[in-house]
């Protein structure tokens, strides 16, 4: 089951250089909770999944994330 709490604060970090486009390892549930979460993300998959589920996928948020969401 997906801990929304812990995978929040890490997709939050996974863009706080800037960066606006991440490749992520994502499972199914943690897709979807991107896409309900942040609709106008792009999620685009570039591998089959993996045995545990998870593939990799090209993350591409429309708005930067806040730096108050950033560790210093």
């Not at 812990?6 to 486009?21: H, P, T, V, Y």
């Not at 991440?22 to 993300?41: H, T």
């Not at 545990?52 to 948020?61: F, N, P």
Request: hydrophobic share 35%; charged share 25%; with cysteine.
């Amino acid at each position: 089951m997906l801990d929304h709490t812990k995978f929040e604060q890490f997709f939050l970090e996974s863009f706080c250089d800037d960066r606006s486009m991440r490749e992520l390892r994502l499972s199914f549930s943690e897709l979807s909770y991107i896409k309900n979460s942040y609709p106008s993300a792009s999620c685009t998959k570039q591998s089959d999944a993996q045995p545990d589920g998870k593939a990799w996928y090209l993350v591409t948020l429309e708005h930067m994330i806040s730096p108050v969401y950033c560790k210093a």
